[in-house]
């Protein structure tokens, strides 16, 4: 950045606001997302061409209209919408502002990486701001053939046709990273309690809109909290405990929801006749088709970049990053729905948010090899590796462009 770049606000009470002119750029580009996908969720909302077997349809129209009574956070926000005008304009102003939300918050968890790291001198603050937009199509690199699946059937980061994944994804990444504040605390001495109650109040909002993240950190808090046990031996096991205890106790409101829900949604259907159940059962896994080229191919991306920067790994918050991708995978792989809830799919939003998050983790680790050569090997491999990168990079982001078009086009999600 050059000097001259930056515009300086001041007020006369000393409060600064550094403006750069990619920041115009940017705020353009979240405008024009905004927009967009207004009009994306204006056609999945009315059923545009017919092809669109939506989730936002049944949440925004079909669930208010049929006056069905949920307890769930989304359907309870949805019926407000729809009851304040009955037509569904708020609804689809919110699912827009969600998207343009999230990419502002994607913009602050890579740069709190990059900070963290202390790379943030290296790493231009356009380059973040280009991947908090990247972010929301870094996903399943289109291969004819070989994969051609761009949505279905892949290890995918990102569900345009599910408002509840959208809302989840939203306030489980500002969860993670304060559970990674309040977690960096700890390793230097002290739990930040500012920082254990942005978790604890984050993590149930987003738990609100689908509990699947936080049984990804549920798990993820057991390896974690378990291995910083053994790893600390003997000395200071009590103090050690204590604080993992009262880290771990910033889950217990969305542990609480979710045996609530969990009543509300399963058990009370049973007085009707209706046998709802969550079981262990991993076929859905066994006969996936063509299982290791939706991984490899899904999140081609977070495999480059952690092969070539493995040692990121001995950064806990990176580490995080692996185990919620971990946990989420299975999440997936072991529980099931039967009933008539059998098709939700909603453990299969551990995966996908674990795809997401990682890929955030490795948008941060990517940045600093293409630009800090303190964090990766300057040797003379550094080009051929950040060059297999840049490919994969670029085939993710341009199928997924071709997926949202086919989505914003009137082709169904399916495809």
């Known amino acids: 950045m050059s000097k001259k770049e930056p515009r300086l606000l001041q007020n006369k009470k000393s409060f600064n ?42 949440y925004v129209v079909e669930t208010p209209v049929s006056g069905e009574q949920h307890d769930r956070l989304i359907t309870i926000l949805f019926q407000w919408f729809y009851d304040i005008n009955h037509n569904t304009l708020e609804a689809n102003l919110y699912l827009a502002a969600v998207i343009a939300a999230l990419v502002i918050v994607n913009f602050a968890a890579i740069r709190y990486f990059i900070n963290d790291d202390g790379a943030e001198a290296s790493v231009p603050r356009y380059a973040i701001q280009l991947f908090s937009v990247l972010m929301l199509f870094i996903g399943p690199m289109y291969v004819p053939v070989v994969h051609e699946f761009v949505f279905r059937k892949s290890f995918a980061s990102f569900a345009w046709h599910s408002p509840t994944q959208q809302s989840m994804t939203l306030f489980a990444v500002i969860a993670a990273v304060c559970f990674m504040k309040m977690y960096s605390g700890y390793e230097s001495g002290k739990v930040s309690a500012s920082w254990w109650a942005a978790t604890a109040v984050t993590t149930l909002i987003a738990t609100g809109f689908k509990p699947s993240y936080t049984i990804s950190l549920c798990l993820t808090i057991v390896v974690m909290f378990i291995a910083d046990l053994i790893k600390g031996g003997r000395e200071g096991f009590v103090k050690r405990l204590g604080q993992l205890f009262i880290m771990g106790c910033a889950a217990v409101p969305s542990g609480l929801y979710m045996i609530w829900l969990h009543t509300r949604e399963f058990e009370e259907g049973t007085q009707f006749g209706e046998e709802h159940k969550v079981v262990l059962d991993l076929a859905h896994v066994i006969y996936y088709e063509h299982l290791w080229a939706a991984v490899i191919f899904g999140i081609a991306f977070p495999i480059a970049v952690f092969c070539i920067m493995h040692s990121k790994f001995r950064d806990s918050k990176y580490r995080f990053s692996l185990y919620i991708f971990v946990m989420g995978v299975l999440q997936w792989a072991l529980f099931d729905e039967t009933g008539t809830r059998g098709n939700f799919g909603n453990f299969t939003w551990g995966r996908l948010f674990g795809c997401y998050f990682i890929t955030l983790a490795a948008s941060a680790a990517a940045l600093e090899l293409f630009y800090d050569k303190k964090s990766s090997d300057s040797g003379s491999h550094r080009k051929i590796r950040i060059a297999v990168v840049s490919v994969i990079l670029c085939w993710s982001v341009l199928s997924q462009l071709y997926y949202f078009w086919l989505v914003l086009s009137g082709r169904g999600y399916y495809n």
Request: overall charge negative.
């Open 17 to 58: 606001l550094t403006l750069y002119g990619t920041d115009f750029a940017w705020a353009a580009a979240i405008t024009a997302i905004f927009v967009v996908t207004i009009e994306l969720f204006y056609r999945m909302i009315v059923d545009y061409n017919g092809k669109y077997t939506s989730d936002v349809r049944y």
